[in-house]
């Protein structure tokens, strides 16, 4: 057994350090923070305590705002985290001295979804406690129905969409091919679509992932089965990833 995990974890040590080092994984992370809490406590400071539902119909849902904003920088540290082997004969380098290409993807991504899953709750505690600070007498707590789920499973969302940035890099090697899909797509396409093909627009992954965090359900799946149906996206993502890595060449 110890043939096996020593390698392992060398693969994550190595991991580790190249996401220490990388400047634009580290800058997106810092990112996903400031800008989902940030704007958040803006937004609340600004208008939250205007008059009830200001911030949306859905109060619960209207505490993670700032999610639109910081899932763009999430996007962003999956996909650079893995764009970063395709530069300058990175790859080739890591498959040197770690020629299991299974071990090497598997470490990737735990090194991927562990940052980004730490990242993820601390940005989404943060973002719920900070911006209901500035709502007034519309405050919901963490006691409060559905709170503590939604605040966890936003964490949870902001780390499956990490994941899944990854995987798409894996396919298409590039990052800019990644941020140039995903974004346009979690900010326009989805609602375009959403209002022209009506309830299936719920099976999207940002749409479907977005529901652990709605007070009520909206359509067909509750909070669960949503960041469900997104882990499977994300899945999907991953697999193809592994199938382009395992067959491409260095």
Same mark, same amino acid.
């Given at each position: 057994?110890? =043939?096996?995990?020593? /390698?392992? $974890?060398?693969?994550?040590?190595?991991?580790?350090?190249?996401m220490r080092s990388?400047?634009? +994984?580290?800058?997106?992370?810092?990112?996903?923070?400031?800008?989902t809490a940030g704007?958040?406590?803006?937004?609340?400071?600004?208008?939250?305590?205007?008059?009830?539902?200001?911030?949306?119909?859905? @109060?619960?849902?209207?505490?993670?705002?700032?999610?639109?904003?910081?899932?763009?920088?999430?996007?962003?540290?999956?996909?650079?985290?893995?764009?970063?082997?395709?530069?300058?004969?990175?790859?080739?380098?890591?498959? =040197?001295?770690? /020629?299991?290409?299974?071990?090497?993807?598997?470490?990737?991504?735990?090194?991927?979804?562990?940052?980004?899953?730490? +990242?993820? &709750?601390? +940005?989404?505690? =943060? =973002?719920?406690?900070?911006?209901?600070?500035?709502?007034? &007498?519309?405050?919901?707590?963490?006691?409060?129905?559905?709170?503590?789920?939604?605040?966890?499973?936003?964490?949870?969302?902001? +780390?499956?969409?990490?994941?899944?940035?990854?995987g798409l890099t894996?396919?298409? $090697?590039?990052?800019?091919?990644?941020?140039?899909?995903?974004? @346009?797509?979690?900010?326009?396409?989805?609602?375009?679509?959403?209002?022209?093909?009506?309830?299936?627009? &719920?099976?999207? /992954?940002?749409?479907?992932? &977005?529901?652990?965090?709605?007070? #009520? /359900?909206?359509? #067909?799946?509750? @909070?669960?089965?949503?960041?469900?149906?997104?882990?499977?996206?994300?899945?999907?993502?991953?697999?193809?990833?592994?199938?382009?890595?395992? $067959?491409?060449?260095?």
């Amino acid at each position: 057994m110890s =043939t096996i995990a020593l /390698p392992t $974890r060398a693969a994550l040590h190595a991991e580790w350090i190249k996401m220490r080092s990388l400047r634009g +994984t580290s800058v997106s992370l810092v990112a996903v923070l400031v800008a989902t809490a940030g704007i958040q406590m803006l937004t609340a400071a600004a208008i939250g305590t205007a008059e009830e539902g200001s911030m949306g119909q859905d @109060p619960l849902f209207a505490a993670f705002y700032g999610l639109v904003f910081g899932q763009i920088a999430a996007i962003s540290f999956g996909a650079n985290a893995f764009a970063s082997e395709f530069h300058n004969n990175a790859l080739r380098i890591t498959l =040197t001295s770690v /020629p299991n290409r299974a071990r090497f993807y598997l470490s990737k991504l735990l090194a991927v979804g562990g940052l980004a899953f730490l +990242t993820g &709750q601390v +940005t989404a505690f =943060t =973002t719920f406690l900070g911006g209901q600070a500035f709502m007034g &007498q519309y405050t919901i707590g963490l006691g409060d129905e559905g709170a503590l789920r939604a605040t966890v499973g936003c964490g949870l969302y902001l +780390t499956l969409i990490a994941l899944f940035a990854a995987g798409l890099t894996a396919v298409f $090697r590039s990052a800019a091919a990644t941020l140039s899909i995903l974004i @346009p797509f979690m900010l326009i396409i989805s609602f375009v679509v959403g209002d022209v093909v009506g309830g299936a627009a &719920q099976y999207l /992954p940002d749409r479907a992932g &977005q529901m652990v965090m709605r007070i #009520e /359900p909206h359509g #067909e799946l509750g @909070p669960w089965t949503g960041l469900g149906v997104m882990a499977l996206w994300t899945l999907a993502a991953l697999v193809a990833g592994w199938l382009a890595v395992r $067959r491409r060449d260095a």
